[in-house]
């Protein structure tokens, strides 16, 4: 249905919900410049409808600027307007950054990897989601599954596509009602974008089904956790992977080494920011392929970070293929935060010039106290408010924020907590699945 309707300026907050206000789409053009105004106190939302304290009165505004580059628009439902919206960057009144915009958060990092190294961050998201609604249940990666969904499937490869997305995968999972979704990654800012632009996407697709589309980590407490892992890799200047190197027997790139290195380093005190939710930890630990320990692997699916090498026997495409795998963040994080922290983290072990740590071969669960300590292997934090404390005690983690950033991230977190203590595990699974 192809009309002249609305079109959302939308940007993605400090909870990872995409938050928006429209305008008539004939207005666009004008809006591009001065974009929508935005009372900064909404930054202190909770994903509920709570505010939690923070510094910002009623007066405060930002300035939603659309980024013309992420114009979405998918117009393949015959009875319904076209899903249209372009993302925002969160400016000051006199046309600065804004030091709480999430997706700035993501271009400073990328800025600073640029200035010190020269390269460009390449990366996409495994987008994981439950559908909510009526479809029979049917075996783990079974083709029924997949053909339960099959309305569903069919329309999310088309109205990606529409959006100027490349979908590369879409798969049953392991979980009842989940499937998983791929497509191409993306240089630099964009490939936030796409996270983002391809979630919209999926929820429209199944809330034009009459389903709901649940992107929550943990969408039923005994179900299977959603993750929303990230693959990425460097490009240089000659459009060649820097992260590889095939004379290293990891395959990886000294400048990949040491930024591994620094991700292991501060993965703990990182999950504030990549798995920052109550829920989050009823996903995050040892034995689910979420992860538990902050340990590098080569393959393994149990650590934190890993190197995924091509099997590909043509060099130049083993060289292309070859990328590495964030996997605690989950979709509750923003995604421009998830690959900020990703960034910055790394950058610190290249600053400091950090060897590969030994890659763990096995489930690091199943190793004794005394061998992980021998392999620097820590735990991941196992509740947000642990997570929180061990952000709050890394100041390398909290010197990436602006003050006035890390200290209303920090209240609209815990003020999450809050609401889910006293809670059952049913009850915060059932909370986050309604509102991701
Ligand atoms: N669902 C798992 C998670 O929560 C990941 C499964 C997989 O490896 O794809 O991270
Ligand atoms: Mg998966």
Redesign the pocket.
């Known amino acids: 249905m192809s009309d002249d309707g609305i079109v959302m300026l939308a940007w993605s907050d400090y909870v990872g919900v995409t938050r928006c206000r429209a305008v008539p789409s004939s207005q666009l053009a004008s809006r591009m410049e001065s974009g929508l105004g935005w009372a900064i106190a909404g930054q202190a939302l909770t994903p509920f409808a709570d505010i939690a304290p923070n510094p910002w009165g009623p007066m405060t505004e930002v300035r939603q600027i659309p980024d013309p580059s992420t114009h979405t628009r998918v117009d393949i439902w015959p009875n319904s307007p076209a899903l249209d919206f372009v993302l925002c960057d969160s400016r000051n009144a006199d046309g600065s950054d804004w030091d709480c915009c999430t997706r700035t958060f993501l271009r400073k990092a990328l800025d600073d990897l640029r200035a010190e190294t020269g390269l460009e961050l390449l990366s996409a998201f ?1 987008h ?1 989601f439950v559908v909510v609604g009526d479809l029979p249940a049917a075996p783990p990666f079974s083709l029924e599954a997949l053909r339960n969904a099959a309305p569903l499937a069919h329309d999310i490869a088309v109205a990606l596509e529409a959006a100027g997305l490349n979908p590369e995968t879409i798969e049953p ?3 009842l009602r ?1 499937y ?1 979704v791929t497509v191409s990654p993306a240089l630099g800012i964009a490939g936030g974008d796409q996270a983002i632009m391809t979630r919209e996407v999926i929820r429209e697709c199944a809330r034009q089904l009459g389903l709901r589309a649940s992107f929550s ?1 943990k969408p039923y407490h005994d179900g ?4 929303a ?1 990230v693959h990425f890799s460097f490009v240089d200047e000659y459009g060649a992977n820097a992260t590889y190197d095939p004379t290293h027997p990891s395959g990886a790139s000294a400048v990949a080494r040491s930024f591994i290195a620094g991700v292991v380093r501060h993965m703990p005190a990182m999950c504030g920011l990549v798995a920052p939710s109550p829920v989050s930890y009823m ?1 995050l630990g040892p034995h ?4 538990g320990y902050a340990a590098f692997g080569i393959q393994n ?1 149990e650590a934190s970070i890993r190197i995924c090498p091509s099997t590909s026997k043509d060099p130049a495409t083993a060289a292309r293929g070859f990328n590495l795998e964030l ?1 605690p963040p ?1 979709p509750t994080a923003s995604p421009y935060m998830v690959l900020g922290a990703l960034v910055r983290a790394g950058l610190e072990g290249i600053r400091a010039g950090l060897e590969l740590p030994p890659a763990c071969d096995v489930d690091p669960s199943d190793l004794t106290d005394e061998q992980r300590a021998e392999m620097g292997i820590l735990p991941l934090p196992s509740s947000l408010p642990e997570a929180l404390d061990l952000m709050l005690a890394d100041d390398v983690v909290m010197s990436w924020m602006s003050p006035v950033m890390a200290e209303s991230y920090v209240a609209v977190k815990r003020m999450e907590q809050e609401l889910t203590e006293g809670e059952t595990d049913e009850q915060t699974a059932e909370r986050y699945r309604n509102a991701y």
């Open positions: 495994e994981e999972e392991y979980g989940q998983e980590p299977v956790g959603n993750g892992h996903r689910h392929w979420s992860c699916r996997r989950d």
